[in-house]
């Protein structure tokens, strides 16, 4: 996804980032994973990190997708 202007402000400044709880990147799963048992953290369920673009001069997320969506399947 190429990303050149923010959508609110104009700005060219857009990075790339990770969302983040406070100790750790919020996880994706799919629905039915959670008809297993286990904790989250297991390699029972299957998960990708959830990242971000967003610009950096007024803040606003331009669009969010999953770092490793294979793991889903």
């Given amino acids: 996804m190429k990303l050149i202007n923010c959508s609110q402000c104009n700005s060219t400044n857009i990075n790339k980032g990770i969302i983040r ?3 750790a990147p919020i996880q994706i799963y799919p629905e039915d ?3 297993k048992k286990g904790p989250l953290n ?9 990242s971000s673009y ?3 001069d007024c803040g606003y997320i331009l669009g969010m997708f999953l770092t490793e969506p294979q793991n889903l399947k």
């Avoid at 297991?42 to 959830?50: G, W």
Wanted: hydrophobic share 30%.
């Fill in 42 to 50: 297991s390699h029972l369920r299957k998960s990708s990190k959830i």
């Fill in 21 to 23: 709880a406070v100790n």
């Fill in 33 to 35: 994973s959670f008809d």
């Fill in 54 to 56: 967003y610009c950096e």
